[in-house]
């Protein structure tokens, strides 16, 4: 079950109470409390800069999940997932470019490329490189973006519509499809880690070089603060030694598959927000109807969670485990992502007309919501979604 945080008992607090007690978890809390809460919604509208990433990085929050051996966190999944709830609900657009980070950090850390390891992988965990990921295509019927084997390396070709953090990160891992030297498209995916083109962003809002157009940046609904720029490649060459890995197509999409189907901290994040936020407005208006849908969605929000964490761990210590509750932990994510939907909504018609302008915060998650509902979706995320929405 959830505690309430001890400042506030009306709040909602952490899922594993002794999380508390981590100094990492301390250090992220001071730094959403002093510097995300109150620039949320500026960073929302005008982006996020890399000096805020790199003050994120100095709490350890890059690191939490990675070995000690490698000065990462080595902290268990409820600690990494407290972290995530905490920047997420403070600012989405902050949690999304810390996010990108993980899966290249993961990917190096399981390559055989030492060299590249030695590189990069000490400073990504640390935080002191930020990196970011370009995969979301892999997912979709028709490619536009292809990897070909160079004699000295890879040649990229083909668009990428989004990449987010592209003109702030330092390295990039980018995945596409394998083609072969006629065009035809092969059933194996390639992963390889690039530099982006350094950008001045006070200056530049694109960049040119050979074989690489990136940018402008994107104009979202939401997450339009996380810096992210479409890139264009024309037979862009890359080095061999940047090579991360490959592996069958359906071998990677089955990896996917058992990553995706959790549900996603930064929902519950977001949810728990909206929640203490709820419990504020009931407590300072004294409105029965803001309390009780408060305590209902609460009392909601504390039994999803518990279920959703324990199916998460249950599944990351058996493989064969996390195959057979794929459609579980599918279901239990979209209902988070609906629970996220509907405390952002319930903490608007409690807020009134004042949550209509950009300066509030409850327009905000309520984007935010929103915006995780396609997040990193799944045809079968996509289908429970619906079912949900029609039920």
Not at 371 to 389: D, N
């Amino acid at each position: 079950m959830n505690a309430p945080n001890v400042s506030n008992p009306h709040h909602v607090g952490p899922a594993d109470p002794s999380v508390s007690s981590v100094a990492e978890i301390h250090r992220v809390e001071a730094f959403v409390q002093a510097v995300l809460v109150p620039n949320a919604n500026y960073v929302d509208q005008h982006g996020i800069s890399r000096i805020q990433l790199d003050e994120l990085a100095e709490t350890g929050a890059f690191g939490l999940p990675f070995p000690a051996a490698l000065e990462g966190g080595a902290q268990r999944a409820a600690v990494a997932r407290e972290a995530t709830e905490l920047i997420a609900g403070a600012c989405a657009t902050t949690w999304f470019c810390f996010a990108q980070h993980r899966s290249p950090t993961t990917a190096l850390l399981n390559s055989t490329n030492a060299e590249l390891q030695d590189r990069w992988l000490p400073k990504m965990i640390a935080g002191e490189a930020v990196s970011g990921i370009a995969f979301a295509h892999i997912r979709r019927p028709k490619q536009a973006f292809w990897l070909q084997e160079h004699p000295d390396g890879w040649l990229l070709d083909g668009s990428l519509d989004w990449v987010t953090t592209w003109p702030l990160a330092d390295v990039v891992l980018v995945q596409g499809y394998l083609r072969d030297a006629n065009g035809v498209q092969r059933d194996e995916i390639v992963s390889v880690l690039i530099e982006p083109p350094q950008v001045n962003l006070e200056l530049q809002d694109r960049t040119e070089i050979d074989g690489l157009t990136a940018g402008p940046e994107l104009a979202l609904a939401v997450m339009g603060g996380t810096r992210t720029w479409p890139v264009r490649f024309d037979n862009y060459f890359v080095p061999a030694r940047q090579f991360v890995s490959r592996q069958p197509a359906q071998e990677w999409a089955l990896n996917n598959s058992l990553v995706a189907a959790d549900a996603n901290p930064a929902s519950f994040g977001i949810a728990r927000a909206c929640l203490d936020q709820l419990a504020d407005i009931a407590q300072s208006s004294g409105q029965s109807s803001v309390r009780e849908s408060s305590g209902a969605l609460t009392q909601e929000f504390v039994e999803l969670r518990a279920a959703a964490y324990k199916a998460a761990d249950t599944a990351a210590g058996d493989r064969e485990v996390a195959i057979a509750t794929l459609g579980q932990r599918t279901a239990l994510r979209a209902q988070a992502l609906d629970l996220a939907v509907r405390c952002s909504t319930a903490l608007i018609v409690a807020s009134g007309g004042r949550a209509m302008t950009l300066s509030n915060d409850a327009q905000r998650h309520a984007r935010e919501a929103l915006f995780l509902m396609v997040q990193g979706q799944t045809a079968e995320l996509r289908a429970a979604s619906l079912q949900g929405l029609v039920r």
